[in-house]
């Protein structure tokens, strides 16, 4: 009798892994075991190591996630979720959790743990990236080196597999195709390059050192929130990297004060938390097994919207006292050490704690958007902007919804897009960032991201069935 017998036509049981994606594994699971081999500092040769294990990891993910989504059907398999132990809080998912949680300890706060010599020669981990950092620069790996380039890895490898699975959706095969162009360029390679062309972070033959400034075009201030401190403004005006500083500089306050408003009115966040940002790029594709763990309760939202918008309200206070500081000449506002009371709490708190360690350490735990949801002030900023001046909302049809509540299910911004559906209401949420997942996954056809006149749409459908039965609006 056929082992794996099933009548169905719509949703065939998942097939055993066969030997390619056996294979698959296999290839990143050694380009794996070369990135925790040469973190114990056992001698692998840096240049042939790091190739083993960066084409080892995006070769390996790419066969295994070809054979994985291509044998099937097309259409998005979300079979068992529930039922993995890694992306159902069960062992395995607490072991990610603590891993992750612990590398970006290191990384933050104890560099020297994974080999990072600021005074002498690179060790362990960090040395495997020393031949690709001379590459570009001319100069040893820094533990952010490392950082970016694993980074990028991450969503180009996850990436890749991200639109095996969504192949169908053409709006997520675009997305996607974007947000890999804007990490992999924007995020990496420009800014690698201008380096290496000393437009950045260089010391000068005597030893002076010239500053450093953020050549990530896409990091807008407030997600990059040390913009307007002083070394920043000062690196950015620095004669020896002109003309590229300076039109840094411009360019920032124009993505923030014009570029910002006008898309967000157009289009929704979107444009940037799911099209752009490189903490959405990661959560999209890393995060995506993860989407579904968000909390949906009303406590979460409650809890999204104080936190949110208090580490707003933070970066917004901070960033005035810095500007204050930067013109005035002075290192206090109103008594207060600008540094010690305003910086360097939010550099620790938000910047690297909530982020980093919380906004991907805990993707197993609390889904794949903690950050974006609970604590990134551009998605406050950006929020607020799509809530009430916006052209943006997803229609509902409610008279097709069967309330099977996969929208809700994987909406990685907890909003219980059920609740809406049912009642034939329009989506205007703060916090969505237009993934367009829980209209990918609905059977039925009934959501639709659109931009549209503002006119009407916070307006409520005719008939309302609520909790309250029925009821008929003006
Ligand atoms: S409501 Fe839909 S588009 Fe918005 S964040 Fe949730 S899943 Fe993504
Ligand atoms: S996925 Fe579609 S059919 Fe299912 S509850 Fe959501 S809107 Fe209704």
């Given at each position: 009798?056929?082992?794996?017998?099933?009548?169905?036509?719509?949703?065939?049981?998942?097939?055993?892994?066969?030997?390619?994606?056996?294979?698959?594994?296999?290839?990143?699971?050694?380009?794996?075991?070369?990135?925790?081999?040469?973190?114990?500092?056992?001698?692998?040769?840096?240049?042939?190591?790091?190739?083993?294990?960066?084409?080892?990891?995006?070769?390996?993910?790419?066969?295994?996630?070809?054979?994985?989504?291509?044998?099937?059907?097309?259409?998005?398999?979300?079979?068992?979720?529930?039922?993995?132990?890694?992306?159902?809080?069960?062992?395995?998912?607490?072991?990610?959790?603590?891993?992750?949680?612990?590398?970006?300890?290191?990384?933050?706060?104890?560099?020297?743990?994974?080999?990072?010599?600021?005074?002498?020669?690179?060790?362990?981990?960090?040395?495997?990236?020393?031949?690709?950092?001379?590459?570009?620069?001319?100069?040893?790996?820094?533990?952010?080196?490392?950082?970016?380039?694993?980074?990028?890895?991450?969503?180009?490898?996850?990436?890749?597999?991200?639109?095996?699975?969504?192949?169908?959706?053409?709006?997520?095969?675009?997305?996607?195709?974007?947000?890999?162009?804007?990490?992999?360029?924007?995020?990496?390679?420009?800014?690698?390059?201008?380096?290496?062309?000393?437009?950045?972070?260089?010391?000068?033959?005597?030893?002076?050192?010239?500053?450093?400034?953020?050549?990530?075009?896409?990091?807008?201030?407030?997600?990059?929130?040390?913009?307007?401190?002083?070394?920043?403004?000062?690196?950015?005006?620095?004669?020896?990297?002109?003309?590229?500083?300076?039109?840094?500089?411009?360019?920032?306050?124009?993505?923030?004060?014009?570029?910002?408003?006008?898309?967000t009115?157009?289009v929704g966040k979107r444009w940037y938390c799911s099209w752009?940002?490189?903490?959405g790029?990661?959560?999209e594709?890393?995060?995506?097994?993860?989407r579904?763990?968000s909390?949906k309760?009303?406590?979460?939202w409650?809890?999204e919207r104080?936190?949110i918008?208090?580490?707003?309200?933070?970066?917004?206070?901070?960033?005035?006292?810095?500007?204050?500081?930067?013109?005035?000449?002075?290192?206090?506002?109103?008594?207060?050490?600008?540094?010690?009371?305003?910086?360097?709490?939010?550099?620790?708190?938000?910047?690297?704690?909530?982020?980093?360690?919380?906004?991907?350490?805990?993707?197993?735990?609390?889904?794949?958007r903690?950050?974006c949801r609970?604590?990134c002030?551009?998605a406050g900023?950006m929020g607020i902007i799509q809530r009430f001046?916006s052209r943006f909302r997803i229609t509902t049809?409610?008279?097709?919804?069967?309330?099977?509540?996969?929208c809700s299910?994987y909406c990685e911004q907890g909003i219980d897009v059920?609740a809406y559906a049912?009642?034939?209401q329009n989506i205007v949420r703060a916090s969505c960032v237009g993934c367009g997942i829980c209209s990918?996954?609905?059977?039925?056809?009934?959501l639709k991201l659109e931009n549209?006149?503002?006119?009407?749409r916070?307006?409520?459908?005719?008939?309302?069935?609520?909790?309250?039965?029925?009821?008929?609006?003006?």
């Amino acid at each position: 009798m056929q082992k794996d017998a099933n009548l169905s036509i719509a949703n065939p049981h998942p097939k055993d892994a066969d030997v390619w994606q056996k294979l698959g594994l296999a290839i990143a699971g050694v380009g794996l075991l070369v990135l925790f081999l040469s973190w114990g500092n056992v001698p692998i040769p840096a240049a042939m190591g790091l190739t083993i294990a960066l084409v080892g990891i995006i070769g390996g993910t790419t066969l295994y996630a070809y054979r994985l989504y291509m044998r099937q059907p097309a259409g998005i398999k979300n079979n068992g979720v529930w039922f993995k132990s890694l992306i159902n809080r069960g062992a395995l998912g607490w072991i990610a959790g603590i891993i992750l949680t612990g590398f970006y300890v290191l990384l933050y706060w104890y560099p020297e743990y994974i080999g990072y010599k600021p005074n002498g020669a690179n060790e362990g981990f960090v040395a495997l990236f020393d031949p690709l950092s001379q590459f570009f620069k001319g100069k040893p790996a820094s533990q952010w080196f490392l950082y970016g380039t694993l980074y990028t890895v991450s969503i180009l490898a996850l990436g890749i597999k991200f639109l095996f699975k969504y192949r169908y959706n053409s709006y997520q095969l675009k997305r996607t195709v974007s947000v890999i162009i804007a990490q992999l360029f924007l995020a990496y390679l420009v800014p690698e390059i201008l380096a290496g062309l000393n437009y950045n972070d260089v010391s000068t033959a005597q030893g002076e050192y010239l500053g450093y400034y953020d050549t990530d075009i896409k990091n807008v201030w407030p997600l990059d929130y040390d913009f307007f401190y002083e070394y920043h403004l000062d690196a950015m005006q620095q004669e020896a990297y002109q003309p590229v500083g300076v039109l840094y500089l411009i360019i920032g306050i124009a993505m923030f004060l014009l570029v910002t408003p006008i898309l967000t009115y157009y289009v929704g966040k979107r444009w940037y938390c799911s099209w752009v940002c490189g903490c959405g790029g990661l959560a999209e594709t890393a995060g995506d097994p993860f989407r579904h763990l968000s909390s949906k309760k009303l406590s979460a939202w409650k809890l999204e919207r104080w936190l949110i918008h208090g580490v707003m309200v933070f970066v917004f206070v901070m960033t005035a006292a810095t500007v204050y500081g930067y013109f005035w000449n002075t290192g206090e506002v109103f008594g207060l050490n600008i540094y010690n009371t305003f910086q360097k709490p939010y550099g620790f708190l938000i910047g690297a704690t909530f982020s980093g360690v919380i906004g991907v350490g805990f993707y197993p735990m609390l889904g794949n958007r903690v950050w974006c949801r609970f604590g990134c002030p551009m998605a406050g900023y950006m929020g607020i902007i799509q809530r009430f001046k916006s052209r943006f909302r997803i229609t509902t049809n409610g008279g097709q919804c069967i309330s099977c509540g996969n929208c809700s299910t994987y909406c990685e911004q907890g909003i219980d897009v059920r609740a809406y559906a049912q009642k034939g209401q329009n989506i205007v949420r703060a916090s969505c960032v237009g993934c367009g997942i829980c209209s990918a996954v609905c059977p039925r056809g009934v959501l639709k991201l659109e931009n549209g006149p503002e006119e009407k749409r916070h307006d409520l459908p005719p008939i309302i069935i609520g909790n309250k039965s029925v009821e008929l609006q003006d």
